[in-house]
């Protein structure tokens, strides 16, 4: 596959569609089986206050893996994103209720670059509060 956006249709500032990502604690938990990671952190309450967290947190590659879907999606190829990163800056607090926590990603395209890339920077929050820091992706367009 490719990249469905051409680097010619975009300019600096051109935002991408925002979206929202539920996270439940029934999430988590797939989430635990299919990445191996089964930190009681991410699912045990008492566990998860006893070390001085609020609650049971999301994993934060799966809160990393979540966002960048904003991106693949504009692209229209995963495999168009040759370079992400981030800075986990706040957990994602995932309360045991019929809820869970919400993820909201935007992101826009901050920089032109060579070779048909460019830079999109993402905003991550949930609860009002960011939570990824310095979230970047080169993606290759069309």
Known sequence: MTA???YD???VGTELPARSFPVTRATLVRYAGASGDFNPIHWNEKFAKEVGLPDVIAHGMFTMAEAIRVVTDWAGDPGSVVE???RFTKPVV???DE???VIE???KVAAKLDDKRVRVDLTA???GQKVLGMSRAVV???
Do not use: C, D
């Open 4 to 6: 469905k956006i051409g």
């Open 105 to 107: 990603v935007s992101a």
């Open 84 to 86: 992400y990163g981030v």
């Open 140 to 142: 290759r367009l069309a």
């Open 99 to 101: 809820r869970g926590a």
């Open 125 to 127: 929050t949930s609860a």
């Open 9 to 11: 249709e975009v300019e």
């Open 94 to 96: 995932v309360p045991n």
